[in-house]
């Protein structure tokens, strides 16, 4: 039966994700007269300048050592015990100070109920962001920016993939090859 039967390829779509001018474009929008579309844009940055992390890992994030935050990609923690060490730029730095809370790195956690409303909130905040800018913003686009500009300035995929915590596929890289993070450093620069 297996011979008059076919399954039709899915077709490859090219990634969304957003150029360096929009990029820039979203950074420098002036969004003082809402400020939830400026939390929601300042979310977008702080993923953008953590090489992509995740909402929800920016939602938990607890721990900051000198001048880097440390955390354990959500996604993959189950697999991988290994945190990233992300350095925190001039930029990053900002927000931080102005989203800092008690018991978590920034006041998400502390001052929404839970992460799905979080999650929620930022996502219908992003559309109003999207509409004054003109082209869709969303968190998922943010993260594949930020290792498409990557790619496109020649960074090594061993160190996009390392800075934007995805598991070591290989023996080696798993368990003998230990990861310089200031390659991220330098790369996400």
């Not at 007269?33 to 939390?39: F, K, P, Q, S, V």
């Not at 991988?80 to 978590?104: C, S, T, W």
């Not at 909130?121 to 930020?146: C, D, E």
């Amino acid at each position: 039966p297996y011979f008059d039967y076919s399954i039709a390829p899915v077709p490859q779509k090219d990634i969304e994700a957003l150029t360096a001018e929009q990029m820039r474009a979203l950074a420098t929008i002036d969004l003082s007269d809402a400020t939830g579309l400026c939390r929601a844009r300042d979310c977008a940055m702080m993923s953008f300048y953590l090489c992509g992390a995740n909402l929800l890992d920016i939602y938990n994030l607890t721990t900051q050592e000198k001048n880097e935050v440390g955390f354990l990609r959500h996604k993959v923690e189950q697999r991988n015990k290994r945190e990233q060490h992300i350095r925190i730029e001039p930029e990053l730095q900002v927000l931080m100070d102005k989203y800092q809370g008690k018991a978590h790195l920034l006041h998400f956690a502390e001052s929404t109920p839970n992460y799905d409303t979080f999650q929620n909130r930022m996502n219908k905040l992003l559309l109003g962001v999207s509409a004054r800018l003109g082209f869709k913003v969303t968190m998922s686009m943010i993260r594949r920016t930020w290792s498409t500009i990557a790619g496109s300035l020649d960074i090594s995929e061993r160190v996009i993939d390392k800075s934007m915590g995805h598991t070591d596929q290989t023996v080696n890289r798993r368990h003998y090859d230990k990861y310089d993070w200031s390659r991220t450093a330098r790369a996400n620069r």
